[in-house]
């Protein structure tokens, strides 16, 4: 049950007001007993008032307390609940006819609560008629001699009172408590009602109906945000879904030319008996063939790797990119002397980044080996390496054939290769695919311009290691 939002609710709320309403009945108890002993202390003390205007004296030898003569009803009647005693140095002088046995102590034990500058002590004990008690008693000096009064007041009605609306009170919280958890289940099940609908609207969507989005505008406001996030994974998802297609269909017909092209070398070695030159022939054409296709298997598994998150930036460490550039450089000085294409670095300054220092040089010896392939004989390639805001920009530019305008949107495609490219230019349509995925990986970029004299100019940025 508390796995579910409903659940949760239902459990925080019920035990929220549980322990609200526990607290604010005990602190209701404690209140209720607080203006009850409040409202006694105010009539002992207006009981001790009029008490004390009855002390008097009329010779001023002999103090005298007449209080039968004014004091009428509860104080009169034996144990009553309602007494008085007045002591004069000590000495009983008057006692409430209420309290039947004049010699019992109504202030036994130590005082609750006193006032030393008014000379007043209050006391809780047990009546003559084994009733609650709330005593105050003051002392004074009169004709010099310390006068004692003492009141004592029942506190039986009042704390009956007190119990029973405490009582009424805890069993009222309950029937509370359960309704207040009924009402929050009830406005849990209609505050959820939108997201159940949520899910089953996303229950309809499958990899046969990538193309479906959640509708935002028919939404609670709670939830646009997330159907817009949502609608934003499934354009990325299908995305992905539609290049991993692409991907398979591209794979599948680059690589049955190759597979075309050495069956045949087979069949046609296989026909008769040939020479061995013949048959060395066959065997460099199909290693050739088999070679390229290495290459693109080679290709299309660093490709999974980066897609599946192979460069992880937990793990990237500084590398220096002028070391990666001349790697790259050194790797490709073969082919370069095979195609009488001049390579040249402009290394300005040192520049370190966090990342795989492997593939990073494999997607500059791509761009370096591309610039080389694309060339012309008695060609130049430059690579050229700057900082600048915080960023590192490496730019490989050549004297080659170019990128048209209209192939410039595709050339990082997976397979893509124009048609100026396949003329006469071997590939496989993954290296610029494979820079690119590099450079996101690291959270650089990579774009290509046209050089204004011919060729082409490919730039990788990346931000430089704190």
Same mark, same amino acid.
């Given at each position: 049950?508390? @796995?579910? %939002?409903?659940?949760?609710?239902?459990?925080?709320?019920?035990?929220?007001?549980?322990?609200?309403?526990?607290?604010?009945?005990?602190?209701?108890?404690?209140?209720?007993?607080? %203006? +009850?002993?409040?409202?006694?202390?105010?009539?002992?003390?207006?009981?001790?008032?009029?008490?004390?205007?009855?002390?008097?004296?009329?010779?001023?030898?002999?103090?005298?307390?007449?209080? #039968?003569?004014?004091?009428?009803?509860?104080? =009169?009647?034996?144990?009553?609940?309602?007494?008085?005693?007045?002591?004069?140095?000590?000495? *009983?002088?008057?006692?409430?006819?209420?309290?039947?046995?004049?010699?019992?102590?109504? =202030?036994?034990? !130590?005082?609750?609560?006193?006032?030393?500058?008014?000379?007043?002590?209050?006391?809780?004990? =047990?009546?003559?008629?084994?009733?609650?008690?709330?005593?105050?008693?003051?002392?004074?000096?009169?004709?010099?001699?310390?006068?004692?009064?003492?009141?004592?007041?029942?506190?039986?009605?009042?704390?009956?009172?007190?119990?029973?609306?405490?009582?009424?009170?805890?069993?009222?919280?309950?029937?509370?408590?359960? *309704?207040?958890?009924?009402?929050?289940?009830?406005?849990?099940? %209609?505050?959820?009602?939108?997201?159940?609908?949520?899910?089953?609207?996303? #229950?309809? %969507?499958?990899?046969?109906?990538?193309?479906?989005?959640? !509708?935002?505008?028919?939404?609670?406001?709670?939830?646009?945000?997330?159907?817009?996030?949502?609608?934003?994974?499934?354009?990325?998802?299908?995305?992905?879904?539609?290049?991993?297609?692409?991907?398979?269909?591209?794979?599948?017909?680059?690589?049955?030319?190759?597979?075309?092209?050495? @069956?045949?070398?087979?069949?046609?070695?296989?026909?008769?008996?040939?020479?061995?030159?013949?048959?060395?022939?066959?065997?460099?054409?199909?290693?050739?063939?088999?070679?390229? &296709?290495?290459?693109?298997?080679?290709?299309?598994?660093?490709?999974?790797?980066?897609?599946? $998150? &192979?460069?992880?930036?937990?793990?990237?460490?500084?590398?220096?990119?002028?070391?990666?550039?001349?790697?790259?450089?050194?790797?490709?000085?073969?082919?370069?002397?095979?195609?009488?294409?001049?390579?040249?670095?402009?290394?300005?300054?040192?520049?370190?980044?966090?990342?795989?220092?492997?593939? *990073?040089?494999?997607?500059?010896?791509?761009?370096?080996?591309?610039?080389?392939?694309?060339?012309?004989?008695?060609?130049?390639?430059?690579?050229?390496?700057?900082?600048?805001?915080?960023?590192?920009?490496?730019?490989?530019?050549? =004297?080659?054939?170019?990128?048209?305008?209209?192939? @410039?949107?595709?050339?990082?495609?997976?397979?893509?290769?124009?048609?100026?490219?396949?003329?006469?230019?071997?590939?496989?349509?993954?290296?610029?695919?494979?820079?690119?995925?590099?450079?996101?990986?690291?959270?650089?970029?990579?774009?290509?311009?046209?050089?204004?004299? $011919?060729?082409?100019?490919? +730039?990788?940025?990346?931000?430089?290691?704190?």
């Amino acid at each position: 049950m508390l @796995r579910s %939002i409903k659940g949760r609710l239902l459990f925080w709320t019920f035990g929220s007001v549980a322990i609200l309403f526990t607290g604010f009945g005990y602190a209701l108890h404690h209140k209720l007993h607080y %203006i +009850v002993d409040d409202s006694l202390d105010k009539t002992l003390h207006a009981n001790m008032q009029f008490v004390k205007g009855l002390v008097h004296s009329h010779d001023s030898v002999t103090i005298l307390c007449e209080a #039968e003569e004014f004091i009428k009803g509860d104080y =009169t009647q034996p144990d009553s609940g309602h007494y008085y005693k007045v002591f004069v140095d000590g000495k *009983l002088n008057t006692a409430s006819h209420s309290l039947v046995d004049s010699n019992f102590d109504l =202030t036994p034990g !130590q005082p609750i609560a006193h006032n030393t500058k008014l000379r007043e002590w209050v006391y809780v004990t =047990t009546g003559p008629d084994s009733e609650p008690l709330r005593v105050l008693r003051h002392e004074y000096m009169f004709l010099g001699k310390l006068i004692t009064l003492v009141v004592a007041e029942d506190m039986k009605a009042n704390l009956q009172m007190v119990d029973r609306l405490t009582k009424y009170f805890f069993i009222v919280m309950p029937v509370m408590v359960f *309704l207040i958890a009924l009402t929050s289940l009830i406005i849990a099940e %209609i505050s959820l009602r939108p997201l159940q609908k949520f899910s089953q609207a996303l #229950e309809t %969507i499958s990899h046969k109906n990538l193309e479906e989005r959640l !509708q935002e505008n028919g939404q609670a406001k709670e939830l646009r945000k997330l159907a817009e996030k949502f609608n934003s994974l499934m354009q990325r998802l299908q995305q992905a879904f539609e290049a991993e297609k692409n991907l398979l269909g591209d794979a599948a017909h680059e690589l049955k030319t190759p597979l075309a092209v050495i @069956r045949t070398e087979c069949d046609i070695a296989l026909q008769r008996t040939r020479a061995a030159e013949e048959y060395a022939e066959s065997l460099r054409e199909i290693r050739s063939v088999s070679g390229t &296709m290495l290459e693109q298997v080679n290709g299309l598994l660093t490709l999974a790797r980066l897609d599946s $998150g &192979m460069l992880d930036a937990s793990v990237f460490q500084p590398v220096s990119l002028n070391s990666c550039v001349s790697d790259a450089m050194r790797l490709a000085d073969p082919l370069a002397k095979k195609k009488n294409v001049l390579l040249s670095a402009n290394l300005h300054e040192e520049a370190s980044v966090w990342g795989d220092k492997d593939t *990073l040089t494999e997607a500059l010896l791509n761009l370096v080996e591309n610039a080389v392939k694309y060339n012309h004989p008695g060609g130049f390639v430059a690579v050229e390496l700057n900082r600048r805001d915080g960023e590192v920009e490496i730019a490989v530019s050549d =004297t080659g054939m170019g990128i048209r305008e209209e192939d @410039r949107q595709r050339i990082f495609d997976r397979f893509y290769r124009s048609a100026t490219a396949r003329t006469g230019t071997e590939g496989t349509g993954l290296g610029l695919s494979i820079a690119k995925a590099v450079m996101q990986a690291h959270g650089g970029g990579i774009r290509a311009e046209a050089q204004p004299g $011919g060729g082409s100019r490919f +730039v990788l940025t990346m931000p430089l290691a704190g």
